[in-house]
């Protein structure tokens, strides 16, 4: 039957049966508002209820029973991988329907970007647009999967905005609800590329692989499944029969390879099994139908309101082994709210973690107390880029722990190695450095709170081998690609967020940090101080105004024979240290300043507004960023105002502000002055 109408009249289909046929059972094409009812299919070659091009809005979909849909090699290429219902647009009402024994899939959504084939305009977005009312379906028994969202969707309150979703928000919630699905050789529901997605009310039991796996949550947006239980097998299931998709195990829930997902007031019954198919309640992973093939992994999943039934192996970790467990309210681990279960890593042995018996198969699992909180640490963009044929290494008091190099992406920020880390960091912080002790050039850092706030302060040591002349710390913006089918997803470009971050003349604390800006503090020891070898760069990360996860490193390495030093002498300060003044207190705005004679004091940051700055000793100017000298008056009296040399000219911008006018009384200068 193919259907083609005006969208002011409406068709209807109620009450048919089409069986045996070579080509599908019922389509719409280019058609709205129809109602398709009460159908049966049996035993039809290609997808039976076929919604085509992605126009298709406002249809009816209820009570239809589809049958042995059968693959077919004449019609559309993804007619080879058949489903009993097929939709190129969400905006349908999908209720009450049931779809058995497809070759492949019980309810596939493919949704493009615009629509297909005669019916393309770009004014109708089907990938932004959100479900219509997708509830009371079943799916079972079919060869592949009984829900199937591939490639993508991403829903956004202006159809055919921008895939930005700072400028074109999500739709807060889109929802699959009241859904059974089972006995799928596969998995229960697949869905690949998402914004921001609730699964509610979900049933799935006797699913080969898995009962729901969800691939990449778009930036900022969140998926949730809540109300809902995975049955690992039935009675009427035998465990021990061969099944090709269950070698690696029978899994509940498979998280995303991104942030945001949530697992609210949902059961797991049945995941004991042990021996060839493993059954895991919840499996992390990064993207488990293929290899790992971005980013490395150590994403965050929050659960609370957990069941467990007849549940020995609750979580596993699989490939890259860095993914993580927040547990809201304790129901996840028995433990404590606001724990956090993950792979046991060697550089995160707490005192406060426990191994846990509830990950059976390695690497063995560890609950750690809410004493810290647990994030996602990203090196990437690594200059030279032969440093990602090697490995990086995490070190801190507890033990060191090898990073992988992932290398599948083209994206440079894709690339790459990952870990967990956690706030408040050790003591001495984690130590990072090339697993070959190559020395870096340039590498972007990326550390997420997009899951949970800091609850402290992290430290970041990176090491190098060889000495260092100076080095720079950039925050980077976000930039969408063109045309990239992910909808959010971004990558930097070669501007900069911001200014150098601010450098501390000591190990940073958070008394080092600016009062405004970044609330991120670097630390070396800088090319005027010889006491020490340029070989580490401390980075302190604050919960304070914590603005972007992104930061690039750039380093300027001594030639070989050597970077030329200044010998801090006696009687030298920087500008920042109480000590340097008379009045054991740096100078505030809008008050004087004297440097005697004999004393040195080195401007490393730029100052407040001051009124009267007296020079009798030396004012020199650090080359390491650009700075401003504002007073109402500087009065260089016997002393020295340095802004570089001749054989050093300054390289940054150096800038005085004096801010007298007619109005300021005038500085009289006596002659006899010693």
């Known amino acids: 039957t193919w259907v083609e109408k005006d969208r002011h009249e409406r068709a209807v289909v109620v009450g048919c049966a089409v ?37 298709e809005r406002y249809n009816r979909i209820e009570g239809n029973l589809g049958l042995h849909s059968a693959a077919s090699g004449a019609q559309l290429a993804h007619d080879t991988f058949t489903s009993t219902f097929w939709f190129a647009s969400p905006a349908n009402t999908v209720i009450n329907n ?19 084939e005669g019916s393309y305009t770009e004014s109708i977005c089907p990938m932004m647009v959100p ?19 591939f490639e993508e969707h991403y829903p956004h309150r202006e159809e055919c905005g921008s895939l930005n979703a700072t400028e074109n928000p999500w739709v807060e919630t889109t929802t699959i609800r009241d859904f059974v699905t089972w006995k799928n050789r596969e998995q229960g529901m697949g869905l690949v590329n998402l914004g921001g997605h609730r699964l509610s009310n979900i049933v799935t039991v006797d699913c080969d692989d898995a009962g729901i796996e969800i691939g990449d949550i778009a930036a900022g947006a969140i998926a949730e499944v809540r109300d809902s239980m995975m049955v690992a097998h039935s009675t009427n299931n035998n465990p ?31 995941y004991s099994r042990t021996g060839r198919a493993l059954h895991y309640g919840i499996y992390t992973c990064c993207r488990c139908w293929n290899t790992c093939d971005s980013e490395t992994g150590g994403f965050t999943t929050l659960a609370s309101e957990i069941t467990w039934v007849n549940t020995l192996n609750k979580f596993h970790f699989g490939f890259p082994v860095n993914n993580f467990i927040v547990d809201l309210d304790g129901t996840l681990t028995g433990t404590s709210a ?61 033990g060191i722990h090898e990073m992988f190099a992932d290398t599948s992406m083209d994206s440079d920020w894709s690339n790459g190695w990952t870990t967990v880390i956690s706030a408040p960091s050790p003591a001495g912080g984690f130590k990072l450095y090339s697993s070959s002790w190559l020395d870096w050039e340039g590498v972007g850092l990326w550390v997420e709170d997009a899951a949970q706030p800091f609850k402290d302060e992290i430290y970041l040591v990176m090491n190098f081998t060889n000495e260092y002349d100076r ?22 470009l070669h501007d900069w967020k911001g200014d150098n971050l601010k ?93 005697p004679q004999g ?76």
């Open 19 to 55: 069986h045996h046929s070579f080509n599908r059972a019922i389509v719409l094409h280019d058609t709205s508002y129809a109602l398709i009812k009460d159908n049966v299919m049996y035993h039809t070659m290609g997808h039976a209820f076929f919604m085509e091009d992605g126009v």
């Open 98 to 116: 049931a779809a058995g024994g497809a070759s492949h899939i019980g309810f596939w959504f493919s949704f493009p970007r615009h629509p297909r």
């Open 131 to 149: 479900f219509g009312d997708f509830h009371g379906n079943t799916a079972h028994s079919n060869g592949r999967f009984g829900f199937w969202i």
């Open 240 to 270: 021990d029969e061969y099944k090709p998709f269950s070698w690696r195990g029978v899994r509940g829930i498979i998280t995303p390879k991104t942030e945001g997902l949530s697992i609210t007031n949902s059961t797991f019954v049945g």
């Open 338 to 398: 606001g724990a956090t279960v993950m792979p046991r890593l060697a550089h995160l042995n707490y005192p406060t973690c426990t191994e846990y018996n509830g990950t059976t198969a390695y690497p063995h699992g560890q609950v750690c107390t809410n004493a810290h909180s647990y994030h996602r640490l990203h090196i990437f963009a690594p200059d030279p880029t032969e440093m990602m044929l090697h490995n990086w290494t995490i070190e801190t008091e507890f």
């Open 471 to 492: 080095l720079f710390a950039y925050p980077r913006q976000w930039h969408k690609l063109k045309g990239d089918r992910y909808g959010d997803r971004y990558t930097v």
């Open 503 to 595: 450098f501390s003349r000591g190990p940073p604390t958070p008394a080092s940090l600016p009062p405004s800006g970044h609330s991120v503090v670097a630390y070396h020891m800088g090319p005027h101080n010889n006491l020490t070898a340029n070989n580490s760069l401390t980075l302190m990360y604050s919960p304070l105004r914590y603005e972007t996860p992104l930061l690039t490193l750039e380093s300027v390495m001594c030639p070989p024979g050597g970077c030329l030093r200044v010998v801090r002498a006696e009687g030298t300060f920087y500008w920042s240290e109480p000590a340097g003044w008379l009045s054991g207190a740096v100078p505030q705005e809008g008050e004087d300043a004297l440097i």
């Open 599 to 674: 004393r040195t004091i080195l401007l490393d940051v730029s100052p407040p507004p001051l009124g009267k700055l007296t020079v009798m000793g030396r004012l020199e100017f650090v080359d390491e960023s650009d700075l401003t000298l504002t007073a109402t008056y500087i009065l260089v009296w016997g002393g020295e105002l340095c802004v570089g040399t001749r054989a050093r000219p300054f390289g940054h911008r150096a800038a005085l502000n004096l801010t007298a006018d007619f109005e300021t009384p005038g500085l009289g200068v006596s002659n006899d002055h010693d």
